[in-house]
């Protein structure tokens, strides 16, 4: 009778043991869902719409070598890798270009490898500033402007597009727009409405949607592929 119940204890045990186990298991892959999810608001706070935006973007860089899934998952990798790598050591082009050999490299070419590696640390607020001082270290580019307004340009200066704000890469455009205020000195918000083509302009311009006290004042445009960023505000703005 003692055997037996012995060989039932051993039996209820172990029963125990795999619930228990079973229990830690699921809550592990709880809080790994949950990690997941909460990572991938803070890389895409506006979810499907930033994705989209990011996935178009992609899509013109590479003239659309790729289909449009090929493009999304290259996109959201890559995105994924420049959030990590920065919360460790920090996001650099060389990081991008081992992310990509494997499967997507031969899509690029250096102009375009450029361009996409610009555009996700503009989405990254830390590799942003990461990349402001690193850029700062660096030799200006070489085929860009090196004065307040670009030589080729006319109308309005950083209202229309055939004009831009010279900056002398992405994360200079954002560091350029947290200085901007209006005339008054009210504090402005700005929205990247994308990239365009302007007939005068050799370098894509980026076009962003300014607004103060809920109101949208203006769309200010600024080519990123310069040597020095641009000290002047367009009409109606100043730089702190």
């Known amino acids: 009778m003692s055997v037996i ?13 795999r619930a228990i186990n079973s229990k830690g298991q699921k809550q592990n892959n709880n809080e ?13 706070p506006n979810g499907e719409k930033d994705i989209e935006e990011g996935t178009q973007e992609l899509l013109r860089i590479l003239n659309h070598k790729v289909d449009k899934n090929t493009a999304k998952n290259i996109f959201i990798k890559s995105s994924s890798i420049c959030y990590t790598t920065t919360m460790s050591s920090g996001f650099s082009k060389e990081r991008l270009k081992q992310h990509l ?3 997507a490299l031969d899509y690029f070419n250096e102009y375009a490898l450029n361009e ?11 590799a942003s500033i990461i990349e402001i001082s690193r850029k700062l270290s660096q030799v200006s580019n070489p085929n860009g402007a090196d004065q307040d307004m670009m030589p080729e340009g006319y109308g309005e200066f950083g209202l229309e597009i055939t004009n831009p704000i010279p900056a002398s890469s992405i994360p200079d455009s954002y560091f350029y727009l947290n200085r901007l205020k209006t005339e008054n000195g009210s504090e402005i918000t700005y929205k990247r409405v994308g ?12 076009a962003y949607s300014i607004s103060a006290n809920g109101q ?16 002047l505000a367009p009409h109606g703005f100043t730089l702190s």
């Open 195 to 206: 990239g365009m083509i302007a007939p005068n302009i050799s370098h894509t311009v980026d």
């Open 116 to 126: 996409f590696y610009d555009y996700i640390v503009s989405k990254n607020e830390r």
């Open 5 to 17: 119940l012995i060989i039932v204890a051993i039996i209820a045990l172990v029963l125990i043991f």
């Open 101 to 103: 050999a494997p499967y």
């Open 32 to 44: 790994l869902s949950s990690l997941l999810e909460k990572m991938h608001k803070e890389i895409f």
């Open 216 to 231: 949208e004042l203006a769309i200010i445009y600024i080519c990123p592929y310069n040597k020095k960023t641009s000290t």
